[in-house]
C-alpha cells in the first residue's frame, strides 16, 4: 500500500465529549482525511461510582469522587497553563466541524456495530471512553488502538501521570498507544512517548499535557494498523493497575509533596 492510498483510507474514531479527544481527532484528520468521529454519551457519576464501590468499597470510592469533582471544577484555575502546552505542542482543541461525526450511546451498544459495518474503517481509534466489552471486541474486524495517558504496563488504568510523581518515577511520565483486549490497558503496546511535566503541571494538566505532547504517536501507529504492519513491543515491566487518588491522599502529597 502506498503513502498515498493509506492516507485515504477510512478510520474511525470512538470518543467522549471533551477537548483532549478533539486534540487527537484534529491531529488524524491531518493525517487521514476520511476520517469518521463516533461520539458516545458519558456513563453516569451515579453508575460509575456504584460499580468502584463494588470493587474497591464506598470509601474509595466516595474519596474518589470528591477527588473527580475538584479536578473537574479545578481546570477552571488551570487555563492559562493549559493554553501554555496547547501552544507549545501546536494542538487544536476545537471542534472541526468538517470532520463526519455519528453520535452512539455507548461504545457497546449495537449502533456503534452497526456504524462500523456500514463504514468499513481500516482501524478504530479509542479515547476517552468506556471499556469495550469482550463481546464488542470480538465483533470488530479492523485493528482496535487505544492512547492511554499513562506509561503501560506500569501505569494501567486513571491518572497514570500523577502516580508516576508520586512514585519518585517521572521517567515514566508519558503515554502509550497499544492494542485493546478485554483487559485495562493490557493490550499489546505499540508506541510510548515520555515527556517531563513542569512544576506548574497538576493533576488537572497531566492528561492535557499527556494527549497533546503524544499526537504523533497516534498517527504513527494508525499508519502501521492500516498498512497492516502493526508490531508490539516486548517490555518486561511490572503491571499495575491505578485509580483516581482519593481526597485525602491527593490533599496530603499536595501539601506535604507539593504534587498536586
Given at each position: 500500500?502506498?503513502?498515498?492510498?493509506?492516507?485515504?483510507?477510512?478510520?474511525?474514531?470512538?470518543?467522549?465529549?471533551?477537548?483532549?479527544?478533539?486534540?487527537?481527532?484534529?491531529?488524524?484528520?491531518?493525517?487521514?482525511?476520511?476520517?469518521?468521529?463516533?461520539?458516545?454519551?458519558?456513563?453516569?457519576?451515579?453508575?460509575?461510582?456504584?460499580?468502584?464501590?463494588?470493587?474497591?468499597?464506598?470509601?474509595?470510592?466516595?474519596?474518589?469522587?470528591?477527588?473527580?469533582?475538584?479536578?473537574?471544577?479545578?481546570?477552571?484555575?488551570?487555563?492559562?497553563?493549559?493554553?501554555?502546552?496547547?501552544?507549545?505542542?501546536?494542538?487544536?482543541?476545537?471542534?472541526?466541524?468538517?470532520?463526519?461525526?455519528?453520535?452512539?450511546?455507548?461504545?457497546?451498544?449495537?449502533?456503534?456495530?452497526?456504524?462500523?459495518q456500514d463504514m468499513r474503517p481500516a482501524a478504530l481509534l479509542l479515547i476517552s471512553t468506556r471499556m469495550l466489552k469482550a463481546e464488542t471486541l470480538a465483533a470488530i474486524t479492523c485493528p482496535v488502538l487505544n492512547l492511554h495517558a499513562g506509561i503501560s504496563p506500569q501505569y494501567r488504568g486513571l491518572q497514570g501521570g500523577y502516580w508516576s510523581r508520586v512514585l519518585s518515577d517521572e521517567e515514566n511520565f508519558g503515554a502509550t498507544v497499544h492494542l485493546v483486549d478485554a483487559g485495562v490497558d493490557t493490550g499489546g503496546v505499540l508506541y510510548q512517548h515520555r515527556m517531563k511535566p513542569s512544576k506548574r503541571d497538576t493533576m488537572h494538566t497531566y492528561p492535557l499535557l499527556q494527549t497533546a505532547s503524544s499526537t504523533g504517536i497516534v498517527v504513527a501507529a494508525l499508519r502501521d494498523a492500516v498498512a497492516g504492519k502493526l508490531k508490539p513491543l516486548k517490555i518486561a515491566a511490572p503491571s499495575r493497575q491505578w485509580y483516581h487518588p482519593p481526597i485525602w491522599t491527593w490533599l496530603w502529597n499536595g501539601v506535604t509533596r507539593g504534587i498536586w
Open positions: 500500500m502506498t503513502e498515498r492510498e493509506t492516507r485515504m483510507e477510512t478510520v474511525a474514531m470512538l470518543i467522549q465529549p471533551g477537548p483532549n479527544p478533539e486534540i487527537v481527532a484534529n491531529a488524524v484528520k491531518a493525517a487521514f482525511p476520511n476520517l469518521v468521529v463516533i461520539e458516545e454519551q458519558p456513563e453516569s457519576k451515579g453508575l460509575f461510582i456504584r460499580r468502584r464501590a463494588r470493587k474497591l468499597g464506598w470509601v474509595q470510592a466516595l474519596g474518589q469522587l470528591a477527588t473527580m469533582l475538584v479536578s473537574r471544577y479545578g481546570k477552571r484555575f488551570t487555563a492559562a497553563r493549559a493554553a501554555e502546552i496547547l501552544e507549545e505542542f501546536g494542538a487544536n482543541a476545537g471542534i472541526d466541524s468538517s470532520i463526519r461525526r455519528l453520535a452512539v450511546p455507548s461504545a457497546n451498544s449495537p449502533d456503534l456495530l452497526n456504524a462500523l
